[in-house]
């Protein structure tokens, strides 16, 4: 099993799915690979310290979160060599290209990345929207080898392997507003205790841009028990937000068919800590019918 996260920033996995992917592990043990990619350079959000001392503190701060939970790590690199600047991220044909050769070489049963905002009203950030939007236009095209040979050339066009082409869901993304609707809740609470040292990682975010840019309604925390107790309290507000009321800590995501559409009894013998609760079946039978 192979699971893979593309998302824009450094952080937004771990608050979005690093949970489920430690429950995952538990169940796999060895048999399971990890790995995330992070498709911005990390150097714009912060208010005072410059963008080179930010991009180097937030890679710093990723590896570090990815070192705890056992992850590969890779910055995406477009065919020139450069990564994407943060708040500029489009799914223009080389993001398109170089998320093609990442997928490609890791080869992902399970591919997770930000949704689309199907409410024209609800908010987004440019570069979680990019992600999204490169993903599904990039995922047909993992299974076509000859796609971006002119950015990466083969030596043999002739001589081609299948790829894989992996699930594709969906994670939660509090910029839409909490819009509700989630497929599969997982309840990640056996694994929290990992999932705030992960974040805590992050302290530039945690600590710094996030209590001075206001929109997340955060205090500095002083430690990790200060900090365990608030991304507590942000978790069940979430739960709150796509209408789970039951006991537990859950991450939330929904199923695509931007790859390979699964069946609802692969999903339920996959994901780890289904919850019913949490989990709309009713609405994701249906929907995984109509594209079978």
Request: hydrophobic share 40%.
């Amino acid at each position: 099993m192979k699971l893979l996260c593309v998302h824009a920033h450094f952080d937004d996995f771990e608050f979005v799915a690093g949970g489920t992917f430690e429950l995952w592990r538990r169940r796999f043990g060895p048999k399971l690979r990890t790995k995330l990619i992070v498709c911005t350079d990390g150097c714009a959000g912060h208010q005072f310290r410059t963008r080179e001392e930010t991009g180097r503190m937030r890679l710093a701060e990723q590896l570090a979160a990815a070192r705890l939970g056992g992850h590969e790590f890779e910055l995406l690199r477009l065919p020139d060599g450069r990564t994407p600047r943060e708040g500029c991220l489009n799914a223009t044909p080389d993001v398109l290209a170089g998320l093609w050769r990442a997928i490609r070489e890791f080869e992902p049963d399970y591919l997770f990345c930000p949704p689309l905002a199907a409410d024209p009203l609800a908010g987004v950030h440019v570069d979680h929207l990019g992600v999204a939007e490169a993903v599904r236009k990039v995922a047909y095209l993992l299974n076509v080898p000859h796609a971006y040979t002119p950015e990466y050339p083969v030596a043999d066009e002739s001589r081609s392997e299948p790829c894989r082409t992996p699930v594709i869901i969906n994670v939660y993304d509090g910029y839409q507003g909490g819009d509700g609707g989630s497929d599969l809740g997982v309840d990640v609470g056996a694994a929290f205790d990992l999932i705030a040292e992960m974040s805590w990682c992050h302290q530039s975010q945690i600590r710094e841009w996030l209590p001075w840019v206001g929109r997340h309604d955060l205090s500095a925390p002083a430690d990790l028990p200060a900090w365990k107790e608030t991304l507590r309290q942000r978790m069940r507000k979430t739960a709150r937000g796509q209408g789970v009321t039951a006991d537990g800590l859950f991450e939330f995501f929904n199923v695509t068919a931007w790859g390979t559409a699964p069946t609802l009894e692969q999903l339920e013998k996959d994901f780890p800590n289904l919850a019913r609760g949490a989990s709309n079946y009713i609405r994701l039978r249906q929907r995984l019918a109509r594209w079978a």
